[in-house]
């Protein structure tokens, strides 16, 4: 709708400015074909350009563009309308018709001018802008836990990895903690991102654009993603209910942890070493190699053995999957 409104202006505009010229001249019907001509030629110019990626040279040229036709038209608006004979028609034609393609590709190509403005401001060494469009930035939890690097060996990840300078800094200070626990954690995920950073399948991108303003990682977290319309890689549940309700795109380590458990289904046999007690009475519980919490039914007096069992529920939650089964007899 905007477009169309400036398209209209753009044209009245244009015959406005054709009648006055060619008045002053005393050639106005001449001066009005054209105007027509021009008006026609710039607009086609202006359809055509829509078709065209706006990235590379390009957005270079557009700014300087409309900088030089604005600066043009200004000059001209404050010279006034009686001193036209003193200006080349070709001189208003070109000023106009180069400001209306330069504003409007700006508004049209908005969201491609913004990606460039965005990329431009990050770096990789002697690296340039991020230019993939599959991005995915890496928060500090999904950094530390250290399974992004396994996936990436996989090359099931595509795209681009941006550590942000902020979730850098936070790993920092948490390698340089006086607590032994937090500081191992800092010191392994930087050690994780530069092992991922070597590898030559992967491209990583570290991103300066930083937010004062905001406080929390997280939130700058956020911030960035809609910025570059990018997605938060993270095994952080909080962060995880953030982004849906702000509406960015996570991928959730966990959660594709999750999926790629072996399916169990009700009737299923398995084996289970039994090492603690339930939280019901006679319950016996044990853990699969994945991690899979199994709960066995009546299972409490073979704690420390290895026992058969015949699932018969399987539970989703939050937290994990949860396998219920019942007792059908002992392997040691």
């Known amino acids: 709708m905007i477009s169309l409104i400036i398209r209209i202006l753009f044209v009245i505009i244009s015959l406005i400015i054709g009648c006055l010229v060619g008045y002053s001249y005393g050639i106005l019907i001449p001066a009005m074909i054209i105007t027509i001509i021009l008006i026609s030629m710039f607009i086609l110019a202006e359809i055509l350009i829509q078709k065209l990626s706006i990235k590379g040279i390009i957005s270079g040229v557009i700014g300087l563009i409309i900088g030089l036709a604005l600066a043009n038209l200004l000059s001209l608006c404050l010279l006034g309308i009686p001193q036209l004979k003193g200006i080349s028609g070709w001189q208003l034609s ?16 908005k969201h491609e001018m913004l990606d460039i403005l965005s990329h431009s401001s990050m770096t990789h060494g002697n690296v340039s802008a991020v230019t993939n469009d599959d991005k995915k930035i890496l928060d500090t939890s999904v950094i530390i836990d250290g399974r992004i690097e396994d996936i990436c060996e996989t090359g099931f990840l595509t795209g681009t990895l941006i550590a942000p300078r902020f979730v850098l800094l936070e790993l920092q200070r948490i390698a ?43 939130s700058k977290l956020l911030c960035l993603a809609k ?20 509406g960015v795109g996570i991928l959730n380590i966990n959660e594709l942890a999750e999926a790629l458990k072996p399916v169990v289904l009700p009737g299923e046999e398995m084996q289970v070493h039994i090492i603690k007690e339930g939280k019901e009475y006679s319950q016996g519980v044990g853990y699969l190699d994945d991690g899979t919490m199994v709960v066995v039914d009546n299972g409490y007096d073979y704690i420390g053995r290895r026992v058969k069992t015949i699932v018969t529920s399987v539970l989703q939650t939050t937290a994990g999957r949860m396998i219920f089964t019942r007792l059908e007899g002992t392997v040691n």
């Open 176 to 218: 340089d903690s006086s607590d032994s626990l937090k500081r191992t954690r800092g010191r392994r995920g930087m050690d994780i991102l530069h092992k991922i950073q070597k590898r030559p399948n992967v491209n990583v991108q570290i991103s300066e654009i930083d937010y004062p303003d905001v406080k929390e990682v997280d």
């Open 94 to 109: 070109l000023n106009l018709g180069l400001g209306y393609i330069g504003l409007m590709m700006g508004i049209i190509k």
């Open 227 to 246: 910025e570059l319309k990018a997605k938060v890689m993270t095994n952080d549940f909080n962060l995880n209910k953030l982004a849906q309700l702000e």
